[in-house]
């Protein structure tokens, strides 16, 4: 069944639409790119002329015809058409023939965005110096949070260079929520005020009556409870140097954990992050950085699936339990960096839901959707409705998704915080991605200048459109956030826009997944991972003179650097990746692979160590290969081209 047979009805409407949003491979729309950058050009010009036109002229036209501006102009020229042919040597992400990371094309609404608000410079960090876009940068962060599920009147969110920083602001703060029990309970003492709180079995106790393992275990609606309750029992300036004196932002570590063995006769517990095994790199960078350390890394194991095994991690909530070791956070993956993986996130919730009620510990619950946030877009129909596994199944024309995954996707809404990156799977420019607060209250505790205020309300308020307040970058481009504002509005996030896109990239992998697990590459073998739960294909070449771990390894290692742009000298017909999957990290997933290549045991594979296994990687971010025109035929082409490369690399 293909899609047009069982066409949704916006679907031929969104087929033809997905033709007009892009370049194209072949600059197909390279007039209508053309005719909207010349537009934002000549109406940047309007603007200028028109501004205090009673201003006169600063450079004349006598000017232009001195040798110093000639020779300005030819330099301009010169060493604009130098770089013009040195980018040519990058990387052709916008061909059907890119099939390696996670890079894209662009729409052409993210372009002509980016490029016309670039003349006018807006920069994020304040509203004075972005009237306009720091407006859209708060609309396009309330859409993104709508596509996930939160409640726009009390979320909050808002746009980074990438999915790095989103990630640090997201454990930054959940830090800050975390150690908010304690700081509010020193600062109570000081101000001998009594406070009660909610503990997550749901009965509530006095805060000065808590143990330091109760007060790192408070559910952060309950712990902003608490800091609201804090700054109504006293004048704003007594509890502002009451926090001041117990909260680790102001105390740091090095004296924090001092001062509450002084306290509570206790050290400061060293509390774990526990973090999904596939989980992208910046997460070790962030917890370093936050000085958490990355010793208290927690990894739980994935299963078959590369998914975040629930149970495991049920599991490691209860031995850190009885061990009395407070968890902060638990970070899983919406979309891997390898293999787009979907964790459970419905089940995540459930485990922690359990934690509350049997062990009477809870944790912050973060959804790192970097990669696979924006196919939310594909579970809302157009009327705002959620759409069904079937209904998105009958306009995708193949398998995917499944019911788990809608599930996990709906789950986002119930995330304490996600991080979502447009200029990933919004095919839209660099730099781009997104931070998500389920509670906006949360980000007072990270704002500086001053460094406690007392709670702000309401949507409107002036101070949301003062960004730096509340985000770790200062100065940032107001065009990115223009970029993305102009991109939702030409592709919605629902089923006629984003959820189209992502639909057909989705079923593109799938074409490409089936035409790899039937390929007769005798006497070659193609050894597959289960199939993506996104748009991200593994796979490894097998051939039955290669006995050994070692020999597999470094025969893919060839078919890799003959279909990569590493190569000296030679062009790849097609471009792929590759990545390594390791002992401990991949445990849970590798039996099923190293079975099916029958050359070594998992003992043999754990202790080739760092080597690991290596496993080309196929992205296909190409939104035209699940409807593929009359040519070329990318899947066929593919394939060829991989045979090519396995008879050479053997010879
Ligand atoms: C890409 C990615 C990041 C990091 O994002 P950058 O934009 O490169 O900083 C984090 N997490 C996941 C899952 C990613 O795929």
Redo the contacts with the bound molecule.
């Keep these: 069944m293909t899609a047009a047979d069982t066409p949704s009805p916006n679907s031929s409407e969104s087929h033809d639409a997905l033709r007009a949003w892009f370049l194209g491979p072949r600059a197909e729309n390279a007039d209508l790119l053309e005719r909207v950058i010349v537009e934002a050009l000549r109406d940047h010009v309007f603007w200028r002329r028109n501004y205090h036109p009673e201003d006169g002229f600063t450079i004349r036209e006598t000017d232009k015809r001195k040798p110093g501006y000639e020779n300005a102009v030819s330099t301009l020229t010169q060493e604009l058409m130098g770089l013009l042919a040195e980018l040519k040597r990058g990387v052709p992400f916008f061909s059907g023939r890119y099939r390696a990371h ?1 890079l894209s094309e662009q729409t052409i609404a993210a372009q002509v965005g980016f490029f016309a608000t670039m003349l006018y410079n807006p920069n994020n960090v304040s509203v004075e110096a972005s009237p306009v876009t720091s407006r859209l940068e708060l609309e396009v962060a309330a859409q993104l949070a709508g596509m996930i599920g939160y409640d726009p009147a009390h979320s909050w969110g808002h746009l980074t260079s ?4 989103a ?1 640090f602001e997201a454990l930054w703060i959940a830090r800050n929520v975390f150690y908010l029990p304690l700081a509010a309970a020193g600062a109570a003492r000081d101000l001998h005020v009594d406070l009660t709180v909610a503990l997550p079995d749901g009965t509530t106790a006095p805060l000065e009556s808590l143990s330091l393992q109760q007060l790192l275990n408070i559910r952060t609606t309950d712990s902003l409870e608490l800091w609201d309750a804090l700054w109504r029992s006293e004048s704003h300036e007594r509890v502002t140097l009451a926090l001041a004196n117990h909260s680790l932002s102001t105390v740091g570590y090095q004296d924090y954990g001092r001062r509450l063995a002084l306290d509570y006769g206790d050290p400061l517990p060293a509390s774990v992050i526990l973090v999904a095994s596939t989980a ?1 790199y ?1 997460w070790e960078k962030i917890i370093r950085a936050l000085g958490i350390g990355s010793n208290q890394i927690v990894r739980i194991p994935v299963d078959n699936h590369f998914r975040l095994d629930t149970a495991a991690l049920w599991d490691t909530v209860r031995s850190l339990s009885k061990r009395r070791v407070p968890i902060m956070a638990c970070i899983t ?1 919406c ?3 390898e293999e787009s993986a979907v964790d459970q996130l419905d089940e995540v919730l459930a485990v922690r839901a359990r934690a509350a009620t049997e062990l009477g510990v809870t944790f912050h619950v973060h959804s ?1 959707a ?2 696979g946030g924006y196919a939310a877009a594909v579970t809302w129909s157009a009327d705002g409705n959620r759409r069904s596994a079937a209904d998105i199944r009958a306009s995708s024309g193949c398998d995917w998704p499944s019911e788990l995954w809608v599930r996990a996707m709906t789950a986002l809404g119930e995330a304490d915080s996600v991080t979502i ?1 447009p ?2 799977l919004g095919y839209v420019p660099y730099p781009a ?1 997104a931070f998500l607060l389920k509670e906006r209250r949360a980000r007072e505790l990270v704002a500086t200048d001053p460094p406690y205020l007392a709670p702000t309300a309401g949507l409107d308020s002036a101070e949301d459109l003062y960004l730096g307040r509340f985000i770790f970058e200062g100065s940032k481009p107001g065009a990115a956030a223009a970029a993305v504002w102009l991109s939702h509005k030409v592709l919605p996030l629902n089923e006629t826009g984003y959820g189209h896109l992502i639909e057909q990239t989705a079923a593109g992998a799938r074409r490409l997944y089936d035409g790899l697990y039937t390929a007769d590459l005798a006497p070659f073998r193609v050894v597959l991972l289960p199939r993506p739960d996104v748009n991200i294909i593994c796979y490894l070449v097998h051939h039955p003179s290669l006995t050994t771990l070692d020999a597999v390894n470094a025969f893919n290692e060839r078919i890799y650097s003959l279909m990569s742009l590493e190569v000296a000298g030679a062009t790849p017909e097609y471009i792929i990746s590759r990545t390594r999957f390791q002992t401990p990290m991949y445990d849970g997933a590798i039996a099923t692979l190293l079975h099916e290549l029958g050359v070594c045991t998992e003992d043999d594979w754990k202790r080739a160590g760092s080597d690991g296994l290596v496993v080309l990687r196929s992205t296909v971010m190409d939104p035209f290969l699940a409807a593929p025109p009359p040519a070329p035929d990318h899947i066929a082409g593919f394939i060829t081209a991989l045979r090519h490369a396995c008879d050479a690399a053997l010879g």
Excluded: I, L, P, Q
């Design positions: 996670m990438g999915g790095t920083v990630n992208h910046s993956v979309g891997t960096t790192d970097c990669f990156d200029h990933k991605g």
